[in-house]
């Protein structure tokens, strides 16, 4: 495990803290002190400056940290297991020419180092392939994943990698056994499943998948080989989620169970000019029930509308509390906003954060298990957290203070709240 070491620059973020006069520690140490919270943040960061860290906010220290090869977005994600002892994330191993490389999983063991890596067979012009980055159990022994085979070829003047159909695996750390819980034809290159979240207990997974529709639909099924699969129907209000724009890694969330889903995708609205609009749904994934939620408003510029595709979601393991960020404003004049609300009155949104700034091209969000605490960037480059009651925020980092980087570089962000 390398340790992490951050340079921390001074503060103008404008919020004041309510600690008495009389404490000796300036405003910046206030800021910093997190130690009123318990829990691990797990913040990664993607593309050209890709890496990954686990603070632990009652300790204010970085527990873990991994840096990885800054090829291509899928080797940032990581999760942590909810006992906080075993991190998972995939790693790129090898770039070719044109396109992305093999990537597998790595577990890492936070107290000691130790790492594992996924037991793929790879052979001569096959390798396995990690779509998605894993979802792991509450007790870090079970980890799904989308896997495929790909196989690459080069000859003189051309280049070819040819890509099988993907299917959810998963792979029981413990024991190293691999379990198919789908597998696709590769013969007629039938549907893609994609994008695995594991129950909490490890014994379920609900996953996207185009099997039975040109467009992508959520299913479940057990965690067992070749499991029967059911389709998660999306009903209500006269339109379907179209979720072939998700950005998978901040704009969908499971509650522990897997029964409350919160995604972002295209919608039809017969009246909107364009035909589509990005929204926010809530899906019950045992009535197939949605609802719609629209987290900015009636009165919403066309700028904020059109900057819902980058917006980010999270809801809480109980699947008591929903949490949104977004862009507002117009082209001139933009910001920042952080909503939340229940999930009992999901459209009762409140403003717990709103900034001034340049509007982000990515966001993180999460909140603890019982929606009682919220983390989030902000200004693409900080890691906030506080109540969700707007009280008590906290700085937990500002990890690139030291090292200017441009917006483009940040439009993949992965923040998890293990606590």
């Known amino acids: ?26 405003a910046e140490e206030i800021e910093r002190d997190t130690s009123a919270y318990s829990g691990y943040l797990t913040w990664s ?4 400056d890709v890496g990954t860290t686990v603070w ?36 790129l191993l090898e770039q ?21 890596r996924y037991p793929s067979k790879i052979g001569t012009n096959g390798f396995s392939r990690i779509k998605k980055s894993p979802s792991i159990s509450a007790d870090g022994r079970r980890i799904a994943l989308s896997q495929t085979d790909a196989a690459y070829e080069s000859r003189p003047g051309t280049e070819s990698l040819t890509i099988m159909p993907w299917s959810i695996q998963v792979w029981d750390i413990e024991s190293d056994e691999l379990i198919d819980v ?74 522990a169970d897997l029964k409350w889903v919160l995604f972002l995708a295209e919608t039809d609205y017969p009246d909107s000019l364009t035909g589509v609009r990005w929204n926010w749904t ?9 609802t719609h939620i629209d987290i900015v408003g009636a009165d919403a510029t066309d700028f904020t509308r059109k900057q819902l595709g980058n917006s980010a979601g999270a809801i809480s393991a109980d699947g008591s509390t929903l949490a949104f960020a977004y862009n507002f404003g117009t082209h001139d004049v933009s910001g920042q906003k952080v909503v939340v609300s229940s999930r009992e009155t999901p459209s009762d949104l409140r403003e717990i954060d709103v900034t001034g700034y340049t509007a982000q091209t990515g966001f993180g969000i999460a909140l603890s298990s019982d929606g009682s605490n919220i983390a989030y960037t902000r200004e ?4 906030w957290i506080r109540k969700t009651d707007g009280t008590n925020p906290k700085l937990v980092s500002t990890r690139w203070d030291d090292y200017p980087v441009s917006v483009e570089k940040w439009r993949g962000i992965f923040l998890s709240f293990t606590d």
């Open 1 to 26: 495990m390398v340790a992490a070491v951050f340079a921390l620059s001074p503060l103008t973020n404008g919020y004041t803290d309510d600690s008495s006069s009389e404490d000796s520690r300036s």
């Open 45 to 48: 960061r993607m593309h050209e």
């Open 56 to 91: 632990d906010l009652a300790n204010m220290e970085a527990r873990a940290h991994v840096g990885v090869n800054a090829y291509n977005e899928l080797s940032g994600e990581a999760r942590l297991s909810q006992n906080r002892k075993t991190l998972v994330y995939t790693l």
């Open 96 to 116: 070719y020419t044109s396109f992305t490389g093999p990537t597998t999983v790595i577990v890492q063991d936070i107290e000691t180092g130790a790492e594992k």
């Open 182 to 255: 789908t597998t696709n034809d590769e013969a007629s290159f039938g549907p893609d499943d994609i994008a695995p979240f594991i129950s909490a207990d490890g014994t379920r997974v609900l996953f996207l998948s185009s099997r039975d529709t040109r467009l992508l639909d959520f299913y479940m099924a057990d965690v067992k080989e070749n499991a029967s699969v059911t389709r998660v129907r999306a009903q209500g209000e006269g339109f379907t989620p179209d979720l072939r724009g998700l950005y998978i890694e901040n704009q969908i969330s499971v509650s």
């Open 282 to 290: 809530l899906l019950n994934t045992d009535t197939g029930d949605i």
């Open 380 to 383: 693409n480059n900080q890691l």
